[in-house]
């Protein structure tokens, strides 16, 4: 189930090259990407919050858990 708008994926496009627009089904894929790279970014970020015995995942989890989530892609 989408929960992120598709707005803000035409708004980078414009940032990237004022002239180009995006495709329907390109915002669509590009949120779903988003989505799941988040996902994993904030499911990464819940592990470690465990394991250092907090129940409030901190920025440092987060970052920590990006960096491990792109070394494997």
Known sequence: MPELPRAPF????RKIQPSMKISDNAKKEM??????????VLRGAVQIAKVSKRKTVMRGDILVSKRQLVKTI
């Open 10 to 13: 035409k708004r980078m496009v």
């Open 31 to 40: 949120r779903r990407i988003t989505e799941r790279f988040a996902m994993d």
